[in-house]
């Protein structure tokens, strides 16, 4: 079967491997739906310790399929049903996930190998973390489970209701989430972003306003500008950081009204850091909240959501390709041409 196998940064091949045999507690499933995300184009240019300790290695985590063999000791899966897993289980035993905070499990294990016609889903993930797919829901729009999953996480940590003002900082496939699901839950969403052809989606998604930063260079310039869409020029109720970058942590807090929370929500690369004015912390009470990941009970009401059309996975996929146009999408992405494609086997 086909398979992209990632060698180190920038070298990720699409080769001829032989297919997997699910061993006890887990499935095989042929996959009909991988989508990119922006952890791939990360791992992609930089490699991924975590995800990546041996090389070469399986690629991609976004995928929806139907199931075509089971290992020993599966009852839930049967051949032929159309299936959907998240990229990861937590163990259930760990310190953190005794305290109910799963997405800290210290030994949350990783799927890698959705580019590929077939992969083996781990039997901690076939437990816990796999599920039939609601009739109706197909497997592009389902793909993008993962992502989702993590944003109903910052969703609920966020603390956003009926009537807040929200600016989204960030308008790429997990902005895009935040706008739709913050819409659904009442508030007023301002999206954030340099990109004109990305705001318009956000317009889509939900967002009543839009700011276009490019070109505003200076710090300064950019709050105001945030900052004067708000309710009385006074700031968010909430911010959510999408972006990844320090300078959006930073952005994201000065953007807050007082007493406001800001969820920090992209992940910016290693060894960096952002500050915070410590008077404007102290005397305006912020609440910074950093957010990782997701847990069994965000990825089931993320499914939800698929289902019920709350929010249309379809939206979120600028194109759907061949999967032997992995690296072409991945290097659209990088040039910032599209954000997140769907590949079909
Ligand atoms: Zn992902
Ligand atoms: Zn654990």
New binding site residues.
Partial sequence: MKAAMFYGPGDLRLEDIPEGTPGPGEIAVEVKAAATCGTDLKSYRRGHPKLFPIMPARFGHEFAGVVSTVGAGVTKFSPGMRVVAANTA?????????LGR?S?????EFLNGAFAEQVVIPASIVARNTYELPEGLSFEAAAPLEPLATVVHGMAESGIALGDAVVVHGAGPIGLMFVRLATLRGATVVSVDRSAWRLEQARTAGATEIVNIAGADAPDERIAAIKAVTPSGRGADVGIEAAGHPEVWEQTVATLRPGGTAVLFGGPPKGTSFSVDTAAMHYNEYTLKGVFHHTPRHVETAIRLLGNGGIDGNSLVTETRPLNRLIESLEDMAAGRGSKYVLIP
């Fill in positions: 937590p163990c259930g035993q760990c310190w953190a996930c005794t799963e800290l499990c210290e030994n949350l």
